[in-house]
Nanobody
Framework: QVQLVESGGGLVRAGDSLRLSCAHS????????HAWFRQAPGKEREAVAT????????KYEDSVKGRFTISRDNSKSALYLDMNSLKPEDTAVYYC???????????????????WGQGTQVTVSS
């Protein structure tokens, strides 16, 4: 059974940077596509960024393009999200997610993801 554990959230000011990490255990890391989702209070969960097993096709939600970078270290079974130029509207609980698959393109639909972490809170003050 795959387990995902996020870390790195916190309270920062607008313009600051933050790195989220996700530790993947159970199953072979490279058998899975991964993503970061977020959910703000009163809003639906949305995909922030996705990445395929080899890391060569990252995709981003429009509002984070140029500010966020998703990456993975297959030797460490770890997923990362580097967030720069943070804005108050980035405030949300951020979730690491995975599904079994090695296709080049990764879905950005939450219903396709089988495994989820418990989430980590990111709060950006103005």
């Amino acid at each position: 059974q795959v387990q995902l554990v996020e870390s790195g959230g916190g309270l920062v000011r607008a313009g600051d940077s933050l790195r989220l990490s996700c530790a993947h255990s159970g199953g072979r890391f490279t058998d899975y596509a991964h993503a970061w989702f977020r959910q703000a209070p009163g809003k639906e969960r949305e995909a922030v960024a996705t990445i395929n097993w080899s890391g060569d096709n990252p995709k981003y939600e429009d509002s984070v393009k140029g500010r966020f970078t998703i990456s993975r270290d297959n030797s460490k079974s770890a997923l990362y999200l580097d967030m720069n130029s943070l804005k108050p509207e980035d405030t949300a609980v951020y979730y690491c997610a995975a599904y079994y698959g090695s296709a080049y393109h990764v879905s950005m639909r939450s219903e396709h993801f089988e495994f989820w972490g418990q989430g980590t809170q990111v709060t950006v003050s103005s």
